[in-house]
């Protein structure tokens, strides 16, 4: 078919159709708009309803748990939350002097040298400082108990006093050192 307006009539349908879709899509996008805008408005009522509520349900709840009774038991429980706290870092801060025990027992002792005396503190950097006494009956057996006690991985700074290397038999001897946990 062939379109015999002049091109100023075309341009004027043109500008009709152009103008009839601007305004259906902008009625759309307003319709749209408007939509979204009464939806968000009931979410808020509706959310400010509920808040409302629950700040009365909140304020009741109050009411109802400032009772004398109530409180007394809230001291009591705050009391004991505080001593299991203070026991909870008592138990960390501890040592365990059995473990050195057992490692002090684990070493290796050649026959004829006994251990008379033993004593456990705890050092500033957590390790437990041990200072042992006792009686052996030759050098040769106090060398072997030396090696075992460097030879051990838990324990650390073996020292033993100077005047125990003095004499050939019958050796009081003193050691200190620390194991770690």
């Known amino acids: 078919m062939i379109n015999l307006l002049p091109s100023e009539e075309k341009e004027k349908i043109l500008l009709r159709k152009k103008e009839k879709l601007i305004t259906i899509l902008g009625t759309t996008v307003l319709v749209s708009l408007i939509c979204l805008i009464l939806i968000l408005a009931s979410i808020k009522i509706y959310i400010s309803s509920e808040t409302d509520s629950l700040k009365i349900v909140l304020e009741q709840a109050e009411k109802e748990y400032q009772t004398p009774d109530f409180l007394n038991f809230k001291d009591i429980v ?64 106090l060398l072997v108990f030396k090696k075992s006690i460097e030879e051990t991985q838990k324990i650390e700074n073996p020292y033993f006093s100077p005047e125990t290397w003095t004499k050939p038999e019958n050796i009081n001897f003193n050691l200190s050192f620390e194991i770690s946990n």
């Open 78 to 141: 705050q009391k004991y939350n505080k001593i299991v706290i203070q026991l909870e870092n008592f138990y960390e801060q501890k040592l365990y002097f059995s473990q050195a025990l057992e490692t002090i027992s684990n070493i290796q002792r050649p026959e004829g040298l006994y251990l008379t005396d033993l004593s456990f503190s705890k050092n500033e950097n957590k390790k437990i400082k041990v200072t042992v006494a006792g009686i052996s009956d030759s050098r040769e057996n």
